[in-house]
């Protein structure tokens, strides 16, 4: 399996506060997403990264911001946690087509459970 | 409006019949599409690529229709251990990359 890992796996925090969660890979790869996932949504993209320092928004951006320093490890941090980003959030890694610019298929972390109260 | 749509079912099925998922995206543009599987509390795997000519892998055969813009999938001789949800997925643009909400897909015995 692809080397991704997510950090912390389960946290717990109260609203208001922040908190940055980490995904670090091994595989060297150029592209990495940060999703959410919930009951009746399903994974929904929040922001994602093409390159060292360059990023986009997603569906869900708002209340996020993602840095991505280095090509191993892509952080997502919530400046101020409300009870609305309480979900389980999953990391993606994709090293992109052959011959191609575009991204090609997508290997997950385990995901981060995050608790708001 | 998601930009991929599923019916999110649950598909209750009996052992051994064959079942098909379908799914719609919104942008025309949209240039490659996967199925995935998730089993539940674990992360979303690669199923299968599908192709404009169609592919098959085993029991599990991909359509991609774009004059209509839906991609289907299709299980013949269903397991028990197929029962899981699965996720149709578009690249809408070169780094962006669409999940739908997902189906539930349950095999009785």
């Known amino acids: 399996d692809a080397g991704i890992t997510q950090s912390p796996r389960h946290k717990v925090t109260e609203t208001g506060t922040p908190v940055t969660l980490r995904c670090h890979q091994t595989?060297?790869?150029?592209?990495m997403y940060w999703y959410r996932q919930d009951p009746g949504h399903g994974l929904r993209l929040i922001h994602y990264?093409?390159?060292?320092?360059?990023?986009d928004k997603g569906e869900v951006s708002d209340g996020y911001s993602v840095s991505r320093s280095k090509t191993e490890d892509f952080l997502l941090t919530l400046e101020s946690a409300t009870s609305s980003q309480t979900s389980v959030y999953f990391c993606?890694?994709?090293?992109?087509?052959?011959?191609?610019?575009?991204?090609?298929?997508?290997?997950f972390g385990a995901g981060s459970r995050l608790t708001v109260l | 409006r998601k930009e991929v749509e599923q019916d999110p079912g649950p598909f209750n099925v009996p052992e051994g019949a064959t079942v098909a998922f379908n799914c719609t995206y919104s942008?025309?543009?949209?240039?490659?599409f996967f199925w995935y599987r998730q089993d539940c509390r674990k992360e979303p795997k690669l199923l299968m690529s599908?192709?404009?000519s169609g592919n098959e892998d085993g029991r599990f055969t991909a359509q991609l229709n774009r004059a209509s813009q839906y991609i289907s999938l299709l299980i013949r001789d269903s397991k028990l251990s197929d029962s899981a949800t699965y996720l149709c997925?578009?690249?809408?643009?070169?780094?962006?990359?669409?999940f739908g909400k997902g189906t539930r897909l349950h095999i009785l015995p």
């Open positions: 993606a890694i994709s090293d992109g087509l052959a011959g191609s610019s575009g991204a090609n298929v997508l290997t």
């Open positions: 942008n025309s543009a949209s240039q490659s």
């Open positions: 595989e060297n790869h150029r592209y």
């Open positions: 997925v578009a690249r809408v643009r070169d780094d962006k990359i669409i």
């Open positions: 990264s093409y390159g060292v320092k360059d990023t």
């Open positions: 599908v192709y404009s």
